[in-house]
Every structure is written in C-alpha cells, then in structure tokens.
C-alpha cells in the first residue's frame, strides 16, 4: 500500500508539472479555463502524506499548481493540500500581531545602539542564535514574581522583604509597595539585588506598621524592555 501511495502521489505530480510546463510554454489564457477540469483528475490520497525514497521529489518545498503544499520536516518531505483561506483574524491575533511588530522595532532600534547590542549578545545561546533574536524574546516576554517571602517581616523599621524574580533575559528592578489593611500607602521604594542569591531581592522596610493584619506586600518587577509584572500577598 505505500508504494502504491508513492506511485499515486508521483504520477499526480506529473500531471502538475505537465500542465504548469504547457501553461508557461504556450502562455493560453485556455489552460486557466483547463485547470478546474484538470486537476480533478488527480486522486488524492490524504490531506497530509510522507515521501520517502523519491528523487523526484526529494527535498522539494513551496506550492506547486495552486494545489499542493511541500514542505520539509526533520529531513523529510510533507505533501499536503493547499491550505484553506483563513476567516477574518480575531482581536486576539490583530493584537499579537501589533505587539509583534512593536518588538521588531524595539529590536532594531536595540540593534542600532552598540552597547545595547553587546548586552544582548550576552544572551546567545544554541536556542537563541544572534543578539536581535534576544532582543525581540525580551519585547514578547514580560517578567514573573515568583514569590514574596514575608518571614522576617514584623512591622518594624530595617524588617527585610525577600523577593525572587525572573525573565527571559534580565529583571533590571523591583519596586515594593507596603499597604495597610485599608489601602492606604505606607512606603513605596526599590528592592536590591541579594549577593549569592540568582534572581532574588530585597527591600528593608523603612517605616513602622504597627498592625500587620491585612496588609498588603506588592512587588512589580520590570525588565531591560519595559515589561512589568507584579504578585502581591496579604499579610495574615
């Protein structure tokens, strides 16, 4: 049955090329008018199939007749009908798309500043091949708080706050805000980065909270593209 298959699937791509090569050669505003009939010749054999072994075929990709798709996947060639005309895009994919194009120019612009280049480069790896690529991951992706350690905080001034934040590239701040039970703001300032401690900050309390008892600990971290996030617990 896979010969078979094979065999089918080289004789419609004859017929292809066949009518691709009269359409090119004679220039017959006829052969248009063919094609529907023609291609309904061709008996397809699935929606997507594997060839293997074929010369004729080997390492063939693009669109050929309007018809059929070749594409190369992990050494071999995928044969599958052309692909049908997408519905309108949704909010969701306009917007991804918008935040898409608004990386590629952040990206460039990193590009074009030499020391903002050589930052980048520091990021290169085997899953991110060059410093633009980095630089566009950094736009697409914002930072994550992973946690906020509330442990020796007691209300008391020089109580230390401990946060651990991450990114794909770097977190450059944290900022921490302190709210009482009712929301109102007690201190707001920068958390520092803890020696031997990867990804890890913390903030030293500057002013007294006399009742600990529903307060509020918000950390927003940000990265080197402006990304922010934040996590905040509520003190028991």
């Known amino acids: 049955m896979k010969v078979r298959g094979e065999l089918e699937h080289s004789w419609n791509i004859l017929r292809i090329f066949l009518y691709e090569y009269l359409k090119f050669k004679h220039k017959s505003p006829i052969f248009n008018c063919v094609k529907p009939f023609y291609f309904q010749w061709i008996k397809p054999t699935s929606d997507m199939s594997f060839v293997e072994n074929n010369p004729l075929l080997k390492g063939h990709r693009g669109m050929l007749g309007g018809t059929l798709v070749f594409r190369q996947v992990n050494g071999r060639t995928v044969i599958s009908a052309r692909p049908k005309k997408r519905d309108k895009p949704t909010a969701h994919q306009l917007k991804t798309k918008a935040k898409f194009l608004l990386a590629v120019e952040y990206a460039k612009l990193q590009m074009s500043i030499p020391e903002m280049k050589e930052i980048y480069k520091k990021a290169v790896n085997k899953n991110i091949p060059n410093a633009y690529t980095a630089a ?101």
């Open 136 to 236: 566009l991951k950094d736009y697409l992706n914002a930072p994550v708080v992973d946690s906020i350690d509330s442990k020796e905080y007691k209300g008391s001034i020089g109580d230390l706050l401990f946060f651990h934040a991450i990114d794909d590239f770097q977190v450059t701040s944290v900022t921490v805000e302190i709210r009482d039970a009712s929301g109102s703001l007690l201190e707001k300032g920068e958390a520092s980065e803890r020696d031997l401690h990867r990804n890890g900050w913390q903030y030293s309390a500057t002013v007294a909270n006399a009742s600990l008892a529903g307060s509020v600990i918000v950390a927003t971290a940000k990265d080197r593209a402006g990304n922010v996030a934040n996590k905040e617990i509520v003190l028991a």
